[in-house]
């Protein structure tokens, strides 16, 4: 197979691929030898109908015709492999109206063309600054994780004589006006600040008093998404109340000594996550700072969608390993699908614009992928057989990818060590 290549334009690239006349003449052989065994001819035994029995039963270069299109689609893999390229449609375009059948004894010569991602620049390459919290644990972080555990023995009081404060629980009518079906209920329970209502839902109802009527109205933070709106009347109002931590309390109630040795305790299960999770929180922070300097106005439209269909697949498997519909998922999260897709798309966007600044960064540190890279990422992927499974890779064309991901991972790399940091107990500064 002989393959060449166009420069790319439009973030499209064009390859002409020639197929050898052998090549083509076993793919004639085996389209009218598998066309021989699937159907019946009568007067034949399975797989033995001759080429000139099939193309009268089946029409006059049936064979030709089917071997067309295997020789399309097995090529493609390695078309995509020598071209080393990732498109972000799952197959390539051909020129149906330009497009011939294979002839016996000839090569086949064809034109295929893959839409590519953007390659937009960076405003700046220097590195990026980001804040952080401080690697040791504080004393914020431990009375913010203590504060939690004694949430689980809190108390809740009636309240007459104030409005609706950031912490308490809340009863209420929500009526629909407009897009808010889902909060609708004669008596809907309310947790403030819990995250799990939009913000703007939430400050509307600051203040409200029981008995009190309002409507409150906002906008989705998604993509053309429509103004919701609804009427609220507050049927009651609980205070949170959290128990006196006391040494006494602090053995009853969690088993520890006293106080001292709780803190201690916390710190330690703090300090713990701290190991693994601020390694992760740092390259996401480096990685999303890089993101805003991409020069970009609008996003490519099959891109995005190539990263809203891998993230909405990956989400769909995750919600099955848990045991969990989609549609039980959205009940319990109080969402739309409509909602559901506006906000995946709202990610596609921002993953597509990180993984694109990546890309930018690789390119100005001319990162190279050797074949002792892409060796490793399969030793240290966890597949049974490692070899096996990059066969597999080369045989469906998804090496290019596989470059890829090291060629970034390597570009997160510089950007976590070449980072400027600088440490903010962000614990207090939230509470402050």
């Not at 405003?123 to 504080?138: F, H, R």
């Not at 809740?156 to 009863?171: K, P, Y």
């Not at 808010?180 to 400050?203: Q, T, V």
Request: charged residues 30%; contains cysteine.
């Amino acid at each position: 197979m002989n393959i060449t290549q166009s420069e790319v334009q439009d973030g499209k690239l064009t390859a002409t691929v020639t197929i050898p006349a052998a090549d083509v003449d076993a793919a004639i052989k085996k389209a009218y030898k598998d066309a021989a065994h699937k159907y019946r001819f009568p007067g034949f035994r399975p797989g033995h109908a001759p080429r000139a029995v099939v193309d009268n039963m089946l029409g006059k270069g049936f064979g030709l015709v089917d071997a067309t299109n295997r020789i399309i689609n097995d090529a493609e893999p390695a078309i995509i492999n020598e071209l080393d390229i990732v498109p972000v449609k799952e197959h390539g375009d051909i020129d149906e109206e330009s497009l011939e059948m294979v002839k016996d004894h000839e090569d086949y010569t064809y034109a295929i063309t893959f839409a590519l991602r953007p390659t937009p620049s960076l405003s700046s390459y220097d590195a990026v600054e980001i804040e952080m919290p401080p690697a040791e644990v504080t004393e914020s972080e431990i009375d913010a994780q203590i504060e939690m555990l004694l949430g689980y023995h809190a108390t809740f009081e009636d309240v007459e004589d104030r409005g609706i404060e950031d912490t308490d629980f809340v009863t209420a009518k929500v009526e629909n006006i407009k897009n808010a079906e889902a909060l609708a209920g004669d008596s809907r329970m309310i947790a403030m600040g819990s995250g799990n209502l939009p913000n703007a839902f939430d400050e509307g109802l600051m203040g409200m008093k029981v008995g009190e009527t309002k409507e409150i109205s906002w906008t989705p933070e998604t993509e053309g998404a429509e103004e919701a709106a609804v009427n609220v009347t507050v049927n009651g109002i609980k205070a949170r109340k959290l128990p006196e931590l006391t040494d006494e309390f602090a053995k009853t109630g969690f088993g520890f000594d006293d106080i001292a040795t709780m803190r201690d305790a916390v710190k330690e299960e703090i300090a713990a996550d701290n190991e693994s999770r601020l390694p992760q929180l740092k390259e996401n922070r480096c990685v999303a700072k890089r993101a805003e300097r991409l020069e970009l106005d609008e996003m490519d439209k099959d891109y995005e969608q190539s990263v809203f269909q891998e993230l909405g697949q990956n989400f769909l498997q995750s919600l099955a390993a848990r045991g969990m519909s989609l549609d039980a998922w959205l009940q319990a999260n109080g969402m739309t699908a409509d909602q559901f897709i506006a906000d995946l798309h709202h990610q596609a966007d921002d993953v597509a614009r990180e993984s694109l600044a990546l890309d930018a960064l690789a390119r100005e540190l001319k990162v190279e992928v050797t074949d002792e890279d892409v060796d490793n990422e399969f030793k240290t992927a966890g597949v049974e057989d490692p070899e096996a499974t990059k066969e597999r890779f080369v045989a469906e064309g998804r090496m290019p990818a596989v470059r890829d991901s090291i060629r970034r991972s390597k570009a997160v790399n510089w950007l976590v060590e070449n980072a400027k940091v600088t440490e903010v107990d962000e614990t207090a500064k939230d509470a402050e």
